[in-house]
């Protein structure tokens, strides 16, 4: 026991400088064409700033959320990959960056705003208490505030308890992770209604919040398994950790993947079977010039395909096989927010169909440098497992 | 008649049945198996076993039931009997997932376990050697156990008692069996078990019934039956008339009905209505059918007044004497909708369509019993 302690004490810090000058270089290149798409088109520009928040909340503040839910249901499999979970969850942080010009342009992308329109409009009306624009940013602001908070408080328990090696911090976060969880259900379902449903104000899906969240559980453990794929090869993380914990992570992508697929049907369903003109509204343009193909591939590329490709026992046993299934949720999830968001855009720009070119690309690319660079900040030079958890030697010993 | 079945051999602590297993498997005997109260995490590493292909049954198997389940309500809905439901089309595919979902889920579980019981443990029969031994009740209690079955290549009953106490059993076991006992294969329809089945059905049925007619009326149970609502044909107190339906606006007419302007004016009908279908084939087959329907009970097949009834009722006169000949398409249409003497009008039953058909059928019936030289050629 001591000797592996010394020995985890003594892992290599350094994460590789790859994920860190691969991801200036997507930040680089995504901030030039975030700035770009803003002075040619800004109307596109902020709308696929959206799409871009979107996924780095998914990735960041489902990281909280992982930490989390781990605490309070006591596991014991993922305690190797707490810590590079909290690193992940810094990701949150870089959030402003993408909201902020968001909220700067808000009158081009949320009909809302327009106190005008507000005011001629019936429906608008009723929803102004919730749908106005001071409180849409204290919104903002609030759960922002409010996540970065759990998120400290987590980060800096499990900080301590590297040295204090104590069973009260666990005990502590595990009480700490019960308020959390009420406050991220609403916080996630108000990102998403916020930042998604409210670009057509008078739609309206309760499950609208889950189906984000959905997606979002998808991808943050996605995130995180090629994170802890990426150290492992580095030589980050000890060589007890295998093909038994992978099968986990791949288990819970697996089920997120069925689980999205629940609630995004249910959506559809109930609002097909009903066929009231206030609620088809949404899925209409998503059914019209080349959207109705999209709509059909989001099926086989959100569902149907990493289902399949995560079904078999030895495709989540298997690291190679786990990190093309990673990569394609993550993938699935930019297409999903990009199915989300842009017929609002059609239809706000007079546009007919999908539009598909640079701006889009290159605002992934921001999101997806944002991510890098930030967890490589986090993450480099700290101890990538929370070496002081009574759990800790458990949850390498786990297997199936 | 007593045969070897196994040397069973007992441990103390899963960490050493694990070493004990890992060395059996090393030893090279393949047919042996480890008994253990709880699963013991690794233990299929140990023995090295392949992971089990049962996933693949209950895929194909729920894939399958999928499809059918797919093909019949495609069947169903647009087959057998087709049917417009809540303005859907014929293949609503969004209603049919949860269905479809429900059968793959409830076929893949039900029949998963169906063929482990029928193929691996040999349904209807119950028993296997290791039942009844001391060996099993250990096993299953706070003991862990390795058998190494007499079938195995490499069996030879000294060498593995030597083998398993050099591997550190504390406990020894000969397990034999009655040959015929294992073979026996029990009755499934045991009158025990009917009677058992039987019960359960009863009380099933009976506590539905209690709970559907009875229970929901009971309240607080009812409320689904006091809405604050006003149904048809109740009373209201909105309404002047104190009734909750209202009367059509004057001279409303029913979608898809035409209102017959000559009720009591059989002259006028005579003279002005003319008949709006041709006489198609496809009209006189219509006709036809109608005619043999709603007429020939009284008219005759043929219309000759030669009715079937034989007397027990007035015969129809015969539609083929001059009078009714020379009659025009509208005073016959008159005769049909409205009827004359005995004979009752038929426009509660008979479509506005059919009607004029049965006249275009009549017209034609007469001809075909009068033919002239010309319809010859």
Same mark, same amino acid.
């Given at each position: 026991?001591?000797?592996?302690?010394?020995?985890?004490?003594?892992?290599?810090?350094?994460?590789?400088?790859?994920?860190?000058?691969?991801?200036?270089?997507?930040?680089?290149?995504?901030?030039?064409?975030?700035?770009?798409?803003?002075?040619?088109?800004?109307?596109?520009?902020?709308?696929?700033?959206?799409?871009?928040?979107?996924?780095?909340?998914?990735?960041?503040?489902?990281?909280?959320?992982?930490?989390?839910?781990?605490?309070?249901?006591?596991?014991?499999?993922?305690?190797?990959?707490?810590?590079?979970?909290?690193?992940?969850?810094?990701?949150?942080?870089?959030?402003?960056?993408?909201?902020?010009?968001?909220?700067?342009?808000?009158?081009?992308?949320?009909?809302?705003?327009?106190?005008?329109?507000?005011?001629?409009?019936?429906?608008?009306?009723?929803?102004?208490?919730?749908?106005?624009?001071?409180?849409?940013?204290?919104?903002?602001?609030?759960?922002?505030?409010?996540?970065?908070?759990?998120?400290?408080?987590?980060?800096?328990?499990?900080?301590?308890?590297?040295?204090?090696?104590?069973?009260?911090?666990?005990?502590?976060?595990?009480?700490?992770?019960?308020?959390?969880?009420?406050?991220?259900?609403?916080?996630?379902?108000?990102?998403?209604?916020?930042?998604?449903?409210?670009?057509?104000?008078?739609?309206?899906?309760?499950?609208?919040?889950?189906?984000?969240?959905?997606?979002?559980?998808?991808?943050?453990?996605?995130? !995180?398994?090629?994170?802890?794929?990426?150290?492992?090869?580095?030589?980050?993380?000890?060589?007890?950790?295998?093909?038994?914990?992978?099968?986990?992570?791949?288990?819970?992508?697996?089920?997120?993947?069925?689980?999205?697929?629940?609630?995004?049907?249910?959506?559809?369903?109930?609002?097909?079977?009903?066929?009231?003109?206030?609620?088809?509204?949404?899925?209409?343009?998503?059914?019209?010039?080349?959207?109705?193909?999209?709509?059909?591939?989001?099926?086989?590329?959100?569902?149907?395909?990493?289902?399949?490709?995560? !079904?078999?026992?030895?495709?989540?046993?298997?690291?190679?096989?786990?990190?093309?299934?990673?990569?394609?949720?993550?993938?699935?999830?930019?297409?999903?927010?990009?199915?989300?968001?842009?017929?609002?855009?059609?239809?706000?720009?007079?546009?007919?169909?999908?539009?598909?070119?640079?701006?889009?690309?290159?605002?992934?690319?921001?999101?997806?440098?944002?991510?890098?660079?930030?967890?490589?900040?986090?993450?480099?030079?700290?101890?990538?497992?929370?070496?002081?958890?009574?759990?800790?030697?458990?949850?390498?010993?786990?297997?199936? | 008649?007593?045969?070897?079945?196994?040397?069973?051999?007992?441990?103390?602590?899963?960490?050493?049945?694990?070493?004990?297993?890992?060395?059996?498997? &090393?030893?090279?005997?393949?047919?042996?198996?480890?008994?253990?109260?709880?699963?013991?995490?690794?233990?299929?590493?140990?023995?090295?076993?392949?992971?089990?292909?049962?996933?693949?049954?209950?895929?194909?198997?729920?894939?399958?039931?999928?499809?059918?389940?797919?093909?019949?309500?495609?069947?169903?809905?647009?087959?057998?009997?087709?049917?417009?439901?809540?303005?859907?089309?014929?293949?609503?595919?969004?209603?049919?997932?949860?269905?479809?979902?429900?059968?793959?889920?409830?076929?893949?579980?039900?029949?998963?376990?169906?063929?482990?019981?029928?193929?691996?443990?040999?349904?209807?029969?119950?028993?296997?050697?290791?039942?009844?031994? &001391?060996?099993?009740?250990?096993?299953?209690?706070?003991?862990?156990?390795?058998?190494?079955?007499?079938?195995?290549?490499?069996? &030879?009953?000294?060498?593995?008692?030597?083998?398993?106490?050099?591997?550190?059993?504390?406990?020894?076991?000969?397990?034999?069996?009655?040959?015929?006992?294992?073979?026996?294969? #029990?009755?499934?329809?045991?009158?025990?078990?009917?009677?058992?089945?039987?019960?359960?059905?009863?009380?099933?049925?009976?506590?539905?019934?209690?709970?559907? #007619?009875?229970?929901?009326?009971?309240?607080?149970? &009812?409320?689904?039956?006091?809405?604050?609502?006003?149904?048809?044909?109740?009373?209201?107190?909105?309404?002047?008339?104190?009734?909750?339906?209202?009367?059509?606006?004057?001279?409303?007419?029913?979608?898809?009905?035409?209102?017959?302007?000559?009720?009591?004016?059989?002259?006028?009908?005579?003279?002005?209505?003319?008949?709006?279908?041709?006489?198609?084939?496809?009209?006189?087959?219509?006709?036809?059918?109608?005619?043999?329907?709603?007429?020939?009970?009284?008219?005759?097949?043929?219309?000759?007044?030669?009715?079937?009834?034989?007397?027990?009722?007035?015969?129809?006169?015969?539609?083929?004497?001059?009078?009714?000949?020379?009659?025009?398409?509208?005073?016959?249409?008159?005769?049909?909708?409205?009827?004359?003497?005995?004979?009752?009008?038929?426009?509660?039953?008979?479509?506005?369509?059919?009607?004029?058909?049965?006249?275009?059928?009549?017209?034609?019936?007469?001809?075909?019993?009068?033919?002239?030289?010309?319809?010859?050629?």
């Amino acid at each position: 026991m001591s000797n592996q302690q010394v020995d985890m004490n003594n892992l290599k810090k350094e994460i590789p400088k790859g994920i860190f000058i691969k991801g200036l270089i997507l930040l680089v290149i995504g901030i030039a064409a975030a700035v770009f798409a803003y002075q040619i088109d800004p109307l596109r520009a902020s709308f696929n700033n959206i799409i871009a928040l979107l996924l780095v909340v998914s990735v960041g503040m489902g990281a909280i959320f992982l930490v989390a839910l781990e605490h309070i249901v006591g596991a014991v499999w993922s305690v190797p990959f707490r810590r590079i979970a909290e690193h992940q969850s810094f990701i949150f942080l870089a959030t402003p960056l993408l909201a902020i010009p968001i909220i700067l342009n808000m009158h081009d992308i949320y009909h809302w705003t327009h106190l005008d329109a507000v005011l001629a409009d019936p429906i608008l009306y009723q929803k102004s208490p919730y749908l106005n624009e001071p409180f849409f940013i204290w919104r903002s602001v609030g759960i922002f505030v409010i996540m970065s908070l759990f998120m400290f408080m987590f980060y800096r328990n499990s900080r301590k308890q590297d040295e204090t090696k104590s069973q009260k911090t666990s005990k502590f976060n595990a009480v700490l992770s019960a308020p959390f969880m009420m406050l991220f259900a609403i916080s996630i379902t108000m990102v998403a209604v916020d930042y998604a449903m409210s670009l057509e104000p008078h739609w309206f899906s309760t499950i609208f919040g889950v189906y984000y969240f959905a997606g979002t559980f998808a991808t943050a453990i996605s995130v !995180l398994t090629l994170l802890v794929l990426r150290l492992k090869s580095n030589g980050n993380l000890v060589s007890k950790i295998n093909g038994n914990h992978y099968y986990s992570l791949g288990g819970l992508m697996f089920a997120f993947t069925a689980f999205w697929m629940y609630m995004a049907f249910s959506q559809y369903m109930l609002i097909w079977y009903a066929n009231i003109p206030e609620e088809t509204f949404w899925f209409l343009p998503r059914m019209e010039h080349g959207w109705e193909y999209m709509s059909i591939a989001l099926i086989f590329i959100k569902f149907i395909i990493p289902f399949g490709l995560l !079904l078999n026992r030895n495709s989540k046993m298997n690291p190679s096989r786990l990190k093309v299934a990673a990569y394609w949720i993550i993938g699935a999830h930019i297409y999903d927010m990009y199915w989300l968001v842009m017929p609002t855009y059609n239809h706000a720009s007079g546009t007919h169909g999908p539009v598909f070119g640079w701006i889009e690309v290159g605002f992934v690319a921001l999101s997806a440098g944002i991510i890098m660079v930030v967890y490589y900040l986090a993450a480099n030079k700290k101890n990538h497992l929370p070496i002081g958890d009574p759990k800790l030697q458990r949850g390498l010993d786990f297997h199936l | 008649m007593s045969k070897l079945y196994s040397i069973a051999a007992l441990f103390d602590t899963p960490n050493s049945i694990m070493d004990a297993a890992a060395k059996v498997q &090393d030893a090279g005997y393949e047919n042996y198996d480890v008994n253990t109260p709880y699963p013991v995490h690794g233990m299929d590493d140990q023995m090295k076993l392949r992971p089990s292909k049962m996933g693949y049954y209950t895929i194909t198997i729920g894939l399958t039931f999928m499809s059918l389940m797919l093909f019949f309500m495609y069947w169903v809905y647009n087959i057998d009997y087709p049917q417009v439901i809540g303005g859907k089309p014929l293949f609503p595919l969004p209603a049919f997932v949860p269905i479809m979902f429900e059968a793959t889920v409830l076929t893949g579980a039900v029949l998963t376990v169906a063929i482990m019981i029928i193929f691996y443990f040999k349904f209807p029969n119950n028993s296997h050697p290791l039942h009844d031994s &001391d060996y099993m009740k250990a096993v299953s209690s706070d003991k862990f156990g390795i058998c190494i079955e007499a079938t195995d290549p490499k069996f &030879d009953i000294n060498a593995v008692k030597d083998f398993l106490k050099s591997i550190g059993a504390t406990q020894i076991d000969e397990i034999y069996f009655d040959e015929e006992e294992v073979n026996h294969k #029990n009755k499934v329809l045991e009158p025990k078990f009917v009677i058992g089945l039987i019960l359960i059905a009863g009380f099933t049925s009976l506590s539905v019934y209690l709970h559907m #007619n009875k229970l929901l009326y009971i309240p607080p149970f &009812d409320w689904m039956m006091v809405q604050h609502k006003v149904t048809a044909q109740d009373h209201s107190d909105f309404f002047e008339n104190g009734i909750s339906s209202r009367q059509p606006v004057e001279g409303t007419v029913a979608r898809g009905f035409m209102p017959y302007l000559y009720v009591d004016d059989i002259e006028g009908a005579s003279e002005n209505l003319q008949n709006p279908y041709p006489a198609t084939a496809e009209n006189i087959e219509l006709g036809k059918r109608k005619y043999l329907t709603y007429c020939s009970p009284c008219h005759g097949d043929l219309g000759k007044g030669d009715s079937r009834l034989k007397g027990q009722f007035p015969n129809g006169p015969t539609i083929h004497s001059d009078k009714i000949v020379d009659w025009t398409d509208g005073r016959l249409y008159h005769v049909i909708t409205e009827g004359q003497n005995v004979m009752p009008g038929y426009k509660k039953t008979v479509t506005r369509k059919e009607r004029w058909s049965i006249v275009n059928y009549v017209r034609t019936l007469q001809r075909a019993l009068d033919a002239k030289v010309e319809d010859m050629q």
